[in-house]
């Protein structure tokens, strides 16, 4: 029996399609026509579904189709099955790679129903210019939707229109106008909790402690209860912590005003980066406040004063800066609760810890703390045990490095060739100048063609020297050994050999290996 053909539907609804509210367009009718597609045209066939919901076409980074091409990636897909180019990609460009070049290179169908597309039918001519002009008409549709949204959202904001989708934590949208903010009393009450605890001296992971103490719900709990999110809690149920409070205690809204065009785009469909809080835009006394505006600057102050007098240690030589970071940091776990450890740099005794036993208060579990020093040593004590099979993995990519240095030899002394060839072309030119003018004319473009061609393969030699350059570094980078042949606690050693180290205390650490 032959196997099924394996086949992918993709669907996809942005907001800007939820808001338009077009049937058409919905991801359950999608779906449905796909299915039907799919039904009648194929025969022995395996169906899979991707999907992306609230996702703009311009960015290709979604959760559904990149999970879609890492499966292509694997070989477990034939085919790719699509309402329309627009639902896979409107970056014109995007689109037209994956259409002419990765898709045909790794074998994969692409089929496109609303426009008549099929990559297995078609052979160029006027139906590839017809897709391309659409994929053009897709990206600049999406590019000036994009301008025209952003227009009229910095429009309304200006006119004091509250335009975000969910309002901050403490606030509520009013009943008779969505496009204002009332308070949310329950809400309310813990934002003036945690401004009264900060007022008091409390620092932000003791205002996370005193809330889960006294089992009061988090953010999160709030917009799931009204449907805002839908999240599963990483234990039994979700939990202050620093980051929570010190976003409440820095954020101006609880004065009343609102701020807006904090962030700004490189591109349409690009990543959000934060202005400059100079660049940001106020509309002050939006809506009632929930702290004074006074209590919230002496709130300020205070955290600048523990800013500075943080720095003021730092500069002293009480405590290092965390600025560098650890070979090690990003890679230790508390064995309690399975988060990463936070690293302390005090000049005598650095040490990694667990945030969350001082935020939490049932996690008494966790690891209080583990001196640096220590588990350095360990570490290295473990390693030791395993440097007969590196060292052969050494060996291994030593013989690498070799081959790269030998092709790079290669290419150099081709480099050389073709320099001397180009300077016996120029002296040829040169010598020939003083004849006459109808045979100094027809060398010269003889030559010049020839000069033209060397100079054209001087230049993919020199790239080839790049490339060859890059991979030796690379590869080098690579080793977790000194010159003497000894292990040393490298980032390059953490990065090639340790994917994880889980901490119980000093009794118990377990260390998961790369290799």
Not at 203 to 229: C, G, Y
Not at 262 to 291: C, D, F, M, T
């Amino acid at each position: 029996m032959d196997e099924p053909y394996r086949i992918a539907i993709y669907l996809r609804l942005s907001k800007e399609d939820g808001e338009s509210a077009e049937e058409s367009n919905s991801i359950t009718n999608q779906r449905m026509l796909l299915k039907e597609y799919v039904k009648k045209h194929f025969g022995n066939y395996r169906l899979k579904e991707f999907a992306d919901d609230g996702f703009s076409g311009t960015n290709f980074q979604r959760p559904g189709v990149s999970k879609m091409l890492e499966q292509i990636g694997n070989g477990e897909i034939d085919c790719v099955l699509v309402k329309d180019f627009s639902r896979f990609s409107r970056d014109y460009i995007e689109l037209g790679s994956y259409l002419d070049q990765i898709f045909p290179f790794l074998g994969i169908r692409f089929i496109s129903l609303n426009d008549n597309y099929d990559s297995k039918k078609q052979d160029g001519g006027a139906a590839e210019l017809d897709i391309s002009f659409k994929g053009l008409m897709y990206d600049l549709y999406s590019k000036d939707l994009s301008v025209k949204v952003k227009s009229s959202l910095r429009t309304r904001k200006e006119q004091g229109q509250y335009a975000c989708s969910i309002p901050p934590f403490g606030y509520k949208k009013a009943d008779g106008d969505r496009h204002m903010l009332t308070e949310a009393e329950e809400e309310a009450k813990i934002v003036r909790k945690i401004f009264s605890l900060a007022l008091e001296g409390k620092t932000s992971v003791e205002i996370a402690r005193l809330l889960n103490l006294e089992k009061i719900p988090a953010p999160i709990e709030f917009k799931i209860k009204k449907k805002q999110a839908d999240r599963t809690p990483p234990g039994n149920s979700f939990r202050w912590n620093h980051t929570a409070v010190c976003s409440i205690l820095k954020n101006p809204v609880y004065t009343g005003d609102m701020v807006y065009d904090k962030y700004e785009k490189s591109e349409v469909g690009g990543k959000n980066h934060l202005k400059p809080r100079s660049e940001w835009k106020v509309y002050q006394n939006h809506h009632a406040p929930i702290v004074s505006r006074a209590d919230f600057e002496k709130v300020q102050k205070m955290r600048e004063h523990a800013g500075s007098r943080r720095a003021k240690d730092v500069k002293a030589g009480k405590e290092k800066e965390v600025g560098v970071c650890h070979p090690l940091q990003g890679k230790v776990f508390c064995g309690g609760c399975r988060r990463a450890m936070t690293l302390r740099k005090s000049v005598r005794h650095p040490y990694f810890y667990c945030n969350h036993r001082y935020a939490y208060t049932d996690r008494e579990h966790c690891v209080s703390h583990l001196k640096l020093v220590f588990l350095e040593q360990f570490v290295l004590e473990q390693l030791r045990f395993r440097l007969p099979a590196q060292k052969e993995l050494e060996k291994i990519r030593q013989e690498k490095e070799d081959e790269i240095r030998k092709k790079l030899r290669i290419w150099i002394k081709e480099k050389e060739k073709i320099s001397r060839k180009k300077a016996a072309l120029q002296r040829k030119r040169l010598e020939e100048y003083e004849k006459s003018v109808f045979y100094r004319e027809f060398s010269f473009q003889t030559e010049d063609l020839e000069l033209q061609q060397v100079e054209e393969r001087m230049a993919e030699i020199e790239k080839e020297i790049i490339s060859m350059e890059q991979k030796l570094r690379e590869e080098k980078e690579k080793s977790p050994f000194s010159r003497e042949g000894k292990a040393e606690l490298t980032k390059e050693l953490a990065e090639t050999l340790l994917r994880e180290i889980t901490v119980y205390g000093e009794e118990r650490i377990e260390i998961t290996w790369t290799l």
